[in-house]
């Protein structure tokens, strides 16, 4: 059910984060997986980009364990921010951010399988419908 796929990621992120080198490595793997990814970063400060990053995995955990007020707003922001009217990120690169995240989730968690490879896409498509949904707004 909905708690048992919550709690299954937060533990895998847990997990990935104690390997101190997720974040990075997702970076690797999504930048050098596509020139119009790295297109779109091209003037960001990584670093500063890394944390943000941690921060919006922790969120799109959070928005699918508790669909709240709070929680939707922050989510409807991300997609504000990133629609056509702004980074102009396209329904394409979530598909190669979604696989990137896998894939690094894959190399980081030693619990990583078939269900976890499930409940991670489930519990990010969740955000990711919202952030697309306002793509053309
Ligand atoms: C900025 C999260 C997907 C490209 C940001 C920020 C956050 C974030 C928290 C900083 C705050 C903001 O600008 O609103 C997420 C999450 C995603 C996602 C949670 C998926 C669910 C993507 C995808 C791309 C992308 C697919 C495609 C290339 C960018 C860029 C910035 C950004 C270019 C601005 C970087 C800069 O400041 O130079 N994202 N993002 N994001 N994101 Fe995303």
Redesign the pocket.
């Known amino acids: 059910d909905k708690k048992s796929v919550c709690e299954l990621v937060d533990k895998s992120y847990g997990r990935c984060r104690m390997t101190g080198t997720f974040i990075d490595e997702f970076y690797t793997e999504f930048l050098g997986c596509s020139p119009l ?1 790295a297109e ?2 091209k ?3 990584m670093e500063q ?1 890394k944390r ?2 941690d ?3 922790r ?2 955990i959070l928005f699918f364990h508790e669909p709240s007020a709070i929680t939707a707003t922050k989510m409807t ?2 997609g504000e ?2 629609a056509k009217s702004g ?1 102009d ?1 396209g329904p394409e ?2 598909e ?2 979604l696989s990137a995240l896998v894939n690094t989730v894959a190399e980081n968690d030693p619990k990583f399988d078939a269900e976890l490879d499930a409940a991670w896409r489930e519990v ?1 498509n969740h ?2 419908s919202v ?1 697309l949904s306002m793509h053309d707004d």
Do not use: E, P, R
Request: proline fraction near 0%; charged fraction near 10%; glycine fraction near 8%.
């Open positions: 990814v779109k970063f003037n960001t400060d980009q943000l990053l921060q919006g995995i969120h799109l922001d991300l921010s990133h980074l990120i690169l979530y190669l951010w990010a955000g990711i952030m």
